[in-house]
């Protein structure tokens, strides 16, 4: 990807193309990248480490996310691998760690930044901010509100906490102050009080209750390898065209160990 491309700004231009704008979130995660960008999705309980994995075949793209993981973390991957397909990223297996540590490549650094903006762009968040009446940056930098932010958006509090950064609001523009909402949930922490927004139960939520879930484009090929008895990882692999060598290269490279090993394999 040229090093001139605002990732930033090709989330928002993306999230106009699909018909959102860039203040609310995401209706429902999957629906948009499957029905609305055309990108297929699978969700498998892959081995410890594995986060997620993007290919591009035939001119369509595909996506496999880790069932194992918390679903705030889900929906980054789903939205990380997306940013993949976006930036016209090669195929890739990305790791947990580059995801949620520190990414290895360019190209890992970017679609990260793709995937916080694609799911909770600073203008949302921003305008979040507005209609709770949160007007000063103290306001706005409590746990509770970073907590209430993450269950908004469906993302973890760090990634809250990363977007609320880049509001003007948290940059300096401290606006005058008025009354807090009423809010009624107690934070044990704190002995604060708050009413958070529940996850909504979205197409990846309710996807959670039978797995694996597999688009049709692929279901075939599912049905197939699980006759056969073949682990998911093994299954990812052949769907992403990657040998034996090659695929236990990488997973040697990233701590982990052979599909059979892992997890009851």
């Known amino acids: 990807m040229p090093a ?33 960008a055309g990108v297929a999705v699978a969700l498998l309980e ?11 075949k035939e001119g369509r793209g595909y996506i496999f996310v880790n069932a194992s993981q918390d679903l705030d973390a889900q929906r980054f991957a789903l939205a990380h691998s997306f940013g993949h397909h976006v930036l016209g990223h090669r195929d890739t ?23 916080a903006e694609f799911l909770a762009p600073a203008p949302a968040v921003a305008r979040s901010l507005r209609s709770w009446d949160l007007t000063t940056a103290a306001d ?14 469906g993302v973890s509090p760090d990634l809250a906490s990363a977007q609320l950064a880049t ?7 401290d606006l005058q102050r008025r009354t ?44 197939r390898a699980y006759t056969l008895g073949f682990t998911p990882l093994e299954m990812l692999a052949s769907a992403l065209e990657r040998d034996e060598d090659e695929m236990r290269t990488w997973l040697q490279a990233n701590g982990i160990s052979a599909p ?4 009851g394999y």
């Open 4 to 36: 001139a491309v605002d990732t930033v700004e090709v989330a928002r231009e993306v999230r106009r193309s699909l018909g959102f704008g860039n203040e609310a979130p995401l209706p429902d995660l999957l629906q948009v990248i499957e029905e609305g």
């Open 93 to 115: 297996i990305d790791a947990e760690e580059d995801l949620f540590g520190a990414p290895k490549t360019p190209a890992e650094a970017s679609a990260n930044k793709f995937s």
């Open 180 to 223: 807090l909402g009423r809010d009624t949930e107690e934070d044990s922490a704190t002995g604060t009080v708050w009413t958070p927004f529940a996850i909504r139960q979205d197409s990846l939520a309710l996807a959670q209750q039978r797995l694996p879930r597999m688009p049709s484009a692929l279901q075939a090929d599912a049905m």
């Open 260 to 263: 059979r090993d892992i997890d």
């Open 167 to 173: 509001t003007p609001l948290m940059r300096g523009d």
């Open 140 to 153: 706005a930098a409590r746990p509770q509100t970073v907590f209430r932010l993450a269950k908004y958006f």
């Open 46 to 56: 892959l081995p410890h480490k594995v986060a997620c994995a993007y290919a591009r």
